[in-house]
């Protein structure tokens, strides 16, 4: 069980800079997710702790060891990747076995060396028994449909009892109720190993859910590391309050009129928090935090949109466009091109800089 | 009330109606009961006399043995009483084609009639005639060349037959056949469906083409190549007699074919494991991404650019002895002729097998060999317990063409020894090469026979073998 950590990590292709200086510290046993949207770099991150990836720039430690300099396979890490990259000639037991066979172990603290057939026999009956594939050992993964090899690549990882589990976008191949449970299969391994697990997804559900805490990338930068709660309510900058939550939160353009009041065309938007007079900044408004009814935004209804327990009314607001969500036993839905009045919590007001995007209040 | 009676009662099958093709149909197994009878009532009449024979041929032993020289213990002098089993089986023969002629003769009434029964019955048993005919016929097209009645009986009557017994309206396929056609399950083809007699037509005209050019380059060639090898030609090749069997069995056991394959199987294990070999580590060395690895890959396939004989006049000047640049004299001792030649093999075919390795080994994927990287295996366990097994059925199929390269060998050995010295690389093929007189016809077909044969085997026995412990991909 170690830690991993990133000291101004850089990698990068012959044009393209994967990762920008990242500096991260991934606690011992934490769960952590990197999320971010496609491209921007977090397989490339996970890479670099597998050793799959050369490191162009800065230090990346595993417990206290300096590994930029450490081969894949003398890192005491396991992986499960998108594709699982089972051994399609192998059964899933020799799958599980495999690792056991290749590597030395330490027993009981003692000096490393080879398993045993019988000690090898008896981990793999346990990786698969806890991932319940005790009656599919002897089939080939050709065999197994998308969940069971899914299950066979997490006991392949967890026999090794490794100090770092690596994951990139386990869930991507499943079904979406499959996807559900198998989130809470795998929170419940973590819980069980009690080891540092590294979660690649750019699937905020997953991130939210699963994370201790979860780092959020953008075009190989890091924004924000947290707590996903932390994450939620206090984006650190633009990008980060638009990338999470669903629907995603509403930004408006406007301007400091006076302390603790933005002006957004006819609206006034009154917020906690200390900002200059004149500021252009971009308030940010949770759906779920606005009401139909009485307050100082007004919006004009474009659309309404039925979910079944909600509705999602999209509205203009001084030139952008937002969603108010009501829930169906609010009342009536608006009427198309009424103009209507939106109510919110002044601690729920986002406002971000316009130059820099940087959260301000 | 039981549950049964909750069923819709089983509709008893409508018989076939009374339509022009099943008359047909049953018109052709009339005409077939009426040839098999012939046949079977000549070949009773024929065991009978035979048998006859035997009963006098016996008596006469009898009565001679009786006579004046009683002393004698020849008990049965002139009799072949090993051609017992002769009038036996044509007796059997004979009866068979009785009942069978009998049996053919109810099926065709029973057609008549509109039996549901009979069609099934009619289609099963002109397929037995398709099977059992066309290898007969292929047997009497080797033999005669133009044998005509036979195939017409055994081949294009049952065909006839299941063609009238589709336009009827039954099914010309038993039940069982053809369950795994693409078309799935139990599909049958009806021929009363408009566009499904259009797309049969169709898989004709497509087939046609493959099926002439197989007629004409392999089945045609593999037919005469059997005639001449059961056939001795005269010295000018104006005349020919039968000599059946005994030519193949006296040259395969012979000491030439035996000479002939040791040499050639050598030449096998000199070539295909070392080459194979080769292949592999330099496309292992070669599959790398690095910049300018292209040219490498580009040199070390090129030899498939160059032809045996380009191969062969490099070799020969690189292995002679006097201006040669290795200035060995391997191609000159009997020992060691058949590596000197194997040399020019192996580098001539190590492009094919570079090329073929390496689009094997690029088809692996990149994550199988990280995963295996990552649960500690090390370069040398990563190829042979992950990527090897992956690229197997690649190496079995090049197995395979390598080893039916080194049974043709034939170039190079011309080129570079000409069978030399002294006969000692003389293989099967150049040995087969070297009987093209008339005179000789016979047995170099024999030969080629033979080779054919062997290289059959042996290709089927490395499917067999190695099929078991190749894996495919899933
Ligand atoms: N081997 C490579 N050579 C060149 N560029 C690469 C290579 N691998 C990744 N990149 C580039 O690096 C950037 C980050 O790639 P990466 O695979 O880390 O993205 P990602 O965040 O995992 O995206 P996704 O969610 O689509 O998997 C991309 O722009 C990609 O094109
Ligand atoms: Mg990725």
Redesign the interface.
């Known amino acids: 069980m170690s830690g991993v950590s990133f000291e101004g990590v850089t990698k990068r292709f012959d044009t393209v800079t994967a990762v920008d200086a990242l500096t991260l510290d991934i606690v011992d046993g934490e769960f952590m997710v990197l999320l971010g949207p496609s491209g921007c770099g977090k397989s490339t991150a996970l890479r670099m702790i597998a050793g799959l990836e050369t490191i162009s720039d800065g230090v990346l430690r595993i417990g206290d060891r300096v590994v930029n300099n450490v081969e894949a396979k003398d890192r005491d890490i396991a992986m499960v990747f998108q594709s699982y990259a089972l051994y399609p000639h192998m059964t899933v037991a020799q799958n599980v076995e495999f690792p056991l066979k290749a590597r030395k172990y330490s027993v009981d603290g003692g000096p490393p060396r080879k398993l045993t057939a019988d000690e090898r026999a008896e981990r793999v009956d346990d990786a698969v028994k806890t991932l319940g594939l005790a009656e599919l050992t002897k089939r080939k993964p050709g065999a197994l449909s998308g969940g069971q090899r899914q299950r066979v690549a997490l006991a392949r990882a967890m026999v090794r009892r490794p100090e770092v589990f690596l994951m990139d976008e386990p869930l991507s191949n499943l079904d979406a109720k499959l996807r559900a449970q198998t989130r809470l299969d795998i929170v419940e391994l973590h819980r069980e190993v009690a080891t540092t697990f590294v979660y690649v997804t750019h699937d905020q559900v997953e991130a939210m859910t699963m994370a201790d805490r979860m780092a959020v990338i953008a075009d190989g930068r890091l924004q924000q590391v947290g707590e996903p709660q932390t994450v939620y309510e206090r984006p650190a900058n633009l990008f980060v309050a638009r990338f999470i939550g669903s629907p995603p939160m509403n930004t408006i353009e406007g301007e400091v009129a006076e302390a603790g009041v933005v002006a957004a065309g006819a609206s006034r938007i009154p917020f906690t928090g200390d900002v200059a007079k004149g500021r252009k900044v971009v308030v940010g408004l949770r759906p779920e935090h606005l009401h139909l009814g009485e307050g100082d935004i007004e919006a004009t209804v474009k659309a309404v949109e039925w979910l079944g327990h909600e509705r999602h009314v999209i509205v203009d607001i001084a030139g952008s466009k937002a969603i108010v969500r009501q829930e169906t036993d609010e009342g009536a839905a608006p009427r198309i091109g009424e103009t209507v009045h939106l109510g919110h919590h002044v601690e729920n007001v986002h406002v971000f800089d316009a130059g820099s995007t940087e959260r301000l209040n | 009330m039981t549950a049964a009676d909750h069923l819709t009662p089983i509709e008893p099958v409508p018989p076939p109606a009374r339509s022009a093709g099943l008359t047909g149909a049953a018109v052709g197994l009339f005409l077939q009961a009426v040839i098999l009878g012939v046949a079977g009532a000549v070949a009773a009449v024929q065991a009978l006399g035979l048998t006859l024979d035997l009963l006098v041929g016996i008596v006469w032993a009898l009565v001679r043995s009786v006579g004046i020289d009683a002393g004698t213990p020849d008990l049965f002098p002139d009799l072949a009483i090993d051609n017992l089993d002769t009038y036996l089986l044509l007796a059997v023969i004979g009866a068979c084609l009785l009942l069978l002629s009998r049996h053919e003769v109810r099926l065709g009434q029973a057609l008549l009639a509109g039996d549901p029964e009979a069609v099934p019955s009619a289609v099963g048993l002109q397929w037995w005639f398709l099977g059992i005919g066309a290898l007969f016929a292929f047997w009497t097209l080797v033999i005669t060349e133009d044998a005509v009645l036979f195939p017409v009986v055994a081949v294009v009557l049952p065909l006839v037959v299941l063609a009238l017994v589709a336009i009827g309206g039954g099914r010309p396929f038993p039940r069982g056949a053809g369950g795994d056609s693409s078309f799935g399950g139990s599909e049958r083809w009806n021929f009363r469906s408009r566009t499904e007699r259009r797309e049969a037509l169709l898989a004709l005209v497509f087939l046609a083409p493959a099926f002439a050019v197989f007629y004409g380059f392999f089945f045609y060639p593999l037919g005469r190549l059997m005639h001449f090898a059961v056939y001795q030609q005269n010295r000018t090749g104006t005349a020919e007699r039968y000599v059946g069997f005994g030519q193949l069995t006296d040259v395969l056991s012979g000491d030439e074919f035996r000479e002939g394959l040791q040499h050639t199987l050598t030449y096998v294990l000199f070539t295909v494991p070392a080459g194979l070999v080769l292949g592999i580590v330099l496309a292992v060395v070669a599959n790398r991404r690095l910049r300018g690895i292209k040219f490498f890959q580009t040199v070390l396939s090129s030899t498939v650019a160059t032809s045996v004989a380009v191969a062969s006049v490099i070799f020969f000047v690189l292995l002679n002895p006097q201006v040669g640049y290795f200035k060995v004299n391997w191609l000159a001792e009997p020992d060691q002729v058949l590596f000197g030649v194997s040399l020019s093999s192996i580098w001539q075919n190590l492009g094919l097998t570079f090329i073929i390795v390496l689009a094997g080994l690029q088809a692996v ?1 990149d ?2 060999v ?9 370069p040398i ?1 990563r190829f042979f ?2 990527t090897l ?2 690229i ?1 059925p690649t190496l079995l199929f090049l197995i395979v063409v390598l080893t039916v390269f080194a049974f043709q060998a034939f170039a190079q050995i011309d080129i570079l020894t000409a069978g030399g010295p002294a006969g000692a690389s003389e293989t099967l093929v150049f040995k087969i090469f070297q009987r093209q007189q008339p005179i000789d016809l016979g047995e170099g077909s024999a030969m080629a026979l033979g080779l054919f044969g062997i290289t059959f085997l042996v290709t089927m026995g490395q499917f067999l073998i190695l099929d078991r412990r190749v ?1 495919y ?2």
């Open positions: 994927p994550e199988l990280e995963s295996a990287t990552l649960d500690g295996a090390g366990r317990s992950v097994p992956i197997s894996h991909g899933s």
